[in-house]
């Protein structure tokens, strides 16, 4: 799966399930599958000390009631910090204490800080006995921090529940539990009924959009569509109610200006007691990605035609071999692409 598709069902485990232990279990193993590491767990820290409250994996140390001071724990410079941490080899980082490294012997880590309410709750982290070969890419490093973010809801929603059961406001307590849940998240979350009307819009519509969410409820989704783009979201919405999920779909989408921005759109049934009800999905900006890429075409395709001959070679690779040469390379020296990528440029002498 790319690292789309594992965004995409973080955000389905969220808002998907009602019980908070289940949720976190299962976004630490989606975590472990996504970054390859046998270990995943979630720490609250008070009073100078860790303990373990999630795990997913094995190890001896780290298991659901274990505790220890702070400054023994990899944790100790995570919940120092608002972004994620990440350490390709621990023996070799300042960020990991010798102590730690000893008690947990733990070689590649990463993890991001929990808050609740305001304040540091303890971290959610995932580890292996291993080191990495390659450092954590920024993609990884945000996948961290928004599951942090997507448990601080967690957190904060179940402390809400108990007080919202204690007064029988069970419908109240679903509203929030998944605005709350949506709103944490970067992209559009949405709901549609069976008539193709706005039942639910996340935050996110007035920064993508310029449309506050209750500006949007209420009205059909193919009126914020533009022309070009009405059929394919229609084929779409019909899909999903016929049963079938939709992923990747990119669509224009009017602003509140008059602009249009490409959202890439994942689609799934919504039912309510078995009966199908409409349609949730998550619609993802992908206008500046489509304009880097359209962009980097035309460059693309300047560089092949150029009349002078042009290679890339991948410095990287044993022996340097050439990776691209354009339309020019082949008519100067006679060899075609097939034969020139792959060897050494020194073929030619």
């Known amino acids: 799966m790319t690292t789309s598709e594992y965004r995409e069902r973080l955000y389905q485990i969220f ?15 989606l975590g472990r599958e996504y970054l390859d590491l ?4 979630v720490t609250e820290i008070e009073g100078g000390r860790q303990s373990i409250r999630h795990v997913s994996g094995d190890h001896d140390r780290i298991k659901p009631g274990n505790q220890c001071p702070l400054d023994e724990a990899y944790c100790r410079r995570t919940i120092e910090l608002d972004s994620a941490l ?37 971290t959610v982290c995932f580890a292996s006995k291993e080191t990495r070969a390659v450092e954590f890419t920024d993609a990884e490093e945000t996948f961290v921090e928004i599951l942090a973010r997507l448990i601080r809801q967690t957190l904060e929603r179940r402390r809400f529940e108990r007080e919202l059961r204690a007064r029988n406001r069970h419908l109240e307590q679903e509203r ?38 209750d500006e949007m409820r209420g009205d059909p989704f193919v009126e914020f569509i533009a022309e070009e783009s009405t059929d394919q979201a229609m084929a779409g919405y019909e899909t999903v109610l016929g049963g079938n999920a939709v992923e990747s779909v990119e669509l224009d989408v009017l602003t509140a200006d008059g602009e249009t921005v490409v959202l890439e759109v994942n689609g799934t049934r919504a039912t309510e007691d078995g009966e199908v009800v409409g349609m949730h999905g998550v619609g993802r900006d992908i206008t500046t990605r489509k304009e880097a890429k359209r962009e980097l075409e035309i460059k693309d395709q300047a560089i092949d035609e150029a009349r002078v001959g042009i290679t ?25 692409v097939a034969v020139a990528v792959g060897r050494n440029c020194r073929f030619l002498q």
């Open 15 to 29: 808002l998907t399930s009602d019980d908070a232990e289940r949720t976190i279990r299962r976004a630490l193993e």
């Open 38 to 41: 046998s270990l995943g767990f």
């Open 86 to 122: 990440a350490v390709q080899d621990a023996s070799a980082s300042q960020a990991i204490g010798d102590r730690a490294q000893q008690l947990f012997d733990l070689g590649a880590y990463i993890g991001a800080k929990i808050l609740a309410d305001g304040d540091s709750y303890g």
């Open 176 to 213: 929030n539990r998944f605005e709350a849940i949506a709103d944490a998240t970067f992209d559009l979350l949405f709901k549609l009924d069976l008539e193709g009307r706005f039942t639910y819009v996340s935050s996110a519509s007035e920064r993508i959009l310029g449309y506050a969410p």
């Open 312 to 336: 890339i070679a991948d410095a990287q690779r044993p022996d340097e071999p050439l990776i691209y040469v354009n339309q020019g390379f082949e008519r100067i020296t006679g060899y075609d």
